[in-house]
């Protein structure tokens, strides 16, 4: 048995890419004969409030599943005030040197970026020549912020590529999402041990007896986080609904502001379903014609980890965020793609869309792409091997 503990900032019964993609990580190296601890903060995200189960307490240890997680006190904030962010980062990181400072720590460490802040605190206390430290990195920061506007180039700019550089050097192994963060992190250290690991879904899935009417308006879904870096408010008011339904799941920063919209334009064909459990998404998405993955600006770095969920699901795609997404929907046939941030395109698209792309037989080819080319568990033993 080999002992590892994994540093995140997401993880059940939080939802999300982040929470689900660390979850089976766990669960899967457990199945491989590893003793897996979890660090993590007390659930909040994403309303930035600590769950009502575990509020008032400093610590909570659980078992599940064999996998043993400490939940360590954090301020808990989603606030826009760029301060208070950080204060909560910094807390979770204080909390962090605290449980360093009082428990054994194992010779296996995978640390999740970003946050920044936290990554750089478990590498700095945690580097050792007798520890490997494995940084799984599933975003590029600072350089995501600056795309999505969060940054200018400054002095806290600067400060944080900083930070990221001394992650990557003190690092012995990068984990990356998306081979364009591997070449980022090539292009500093060349010499760095990396591996591609991106978010595969373990789960099964069955396939809907869907039959598309021609008659009737083509049925779209997004389901995720709405968030400024997906633009989902600026979707529901830029798409020519003359051919399509639009159906939203989800909840985030925009998510007051799409209800208004569709209270105030209900000529706008915008239904919005609130939040549901994974399992009961999957469900539902099955029942769609196909699938939206938008993002507002193109982000280097980012591959949307519904593009691997929503193909184990046979569900179609409609791309619409540029770079290595892109790409991985033409290679594999999983969809369309419109040209980002081109929202007249995105609509000419929408309205070429086949019927006959939207059928069983296709649906059955996306998944068996999935089956081939996304696959966990295969990945996951490549993982192994290399940790």
């Not at 334009?265 to 379903?273: A, N, S």
Request: a positive charge; charged letters at 20%.
């Amino acid at each position: 048995m080999k002992d590892i503990l994994i540093i995140t900032n997401y993880f059940p019964p939080e939802t999300g890419a982040a929470s689900n993609r660390i979850y089976h990580l766990a669960e899967g190296l457990q199945k491989y004969n590893f003793v897996v601890t979890v660090v993590t903060p007390l659930p909040n995200y994403p309303k930035g409030e600590v769950f009502k189960a575990y509020r008032g307490q400093f610590k909570h240890t659980s078992t599940e599943n064999d996998i043993t997680i400490h939940r360590l006190w954090l301020y808990a904030s989603n606030s826009k005030n760029k301060l208070l962010r950080l204060f909560a980062m910094l807390s979770y990181s204080f909390s962090l040197i605290w449980f360093f400072m009082w428990n054994k720590i194992p010779k296996k460490v995978i640390i999740q970026s970003p946050p920044l802040l936290v990554a750089f605190t478990s590498v700095f206390f945690l580097r050792s020549k007798n520890r490997k430290v494995i940084l799984n990195v599933s975003d590029l920061w600072p350089l995501a912020g600056l795309e999505l506007g969060a940054f200018k180039k400054n002095f806290s700019y600067k400060l944080l590529e900083k930070i990221e550089r001394f992650n990557y050097k003190h690092a012995d192994l990068i984990l990356g999402q998306s081979q364009e963060i591997l070449s980022h992190v090539n292009s500093i250290f060349p010499k760095k041990e990396t591996f591609l690991y991106r978010n595969y879904p373990d789960f099964d899935a069955a396939l809907p007896n869907l039959q598309t009417d021609s008659s009737m308006k083509l049925k779209m879904v997004y389901a995720g986080l709405l968030g400024v870096a997906q633009g989902i408010l600026k979707l529901c008011q830029e798409l020519d609904y003359t051919k399509v339904q639009f159906h939203i799941y989800g909840a985030g920063a925009e998510q007051i502001a799409i209800q208004e919209l569709i209270k105030k334009y209900p000529e706008l064909d915008i239904i919005y379903h609130g939040e549901i459990s994974r399992t009961a998404l999957h469900q539902e998405l099955i029942n769609y014609d196909f699938t939206i993955i938008p993002l507002l600006n193109r982000i280097y770095g980012s591959v949307p980890s519904k593009i691997f969920e929503y193909a184990r699901l046979g569900i179609p795609m409609l791309y619409f965020g540029g770079g290595e997404g892109e790409y991985l929907i033409k290679k594999h046939e999983l969809g369309w793609v419109a040209e980002s941030s081109n929202y007249k395109d995105l609509n000419t698209v929408i309205s070429k869309i086949e019927l006959s792309k939207l059928e069983l037989t296709n649906r059955k080819k996306i998944q068996l792409t999935a089956l081939e080319n996304f696959d966990f568990n295969n990945q996951l033993i490549q993982l192994v091997e290399v940790i």
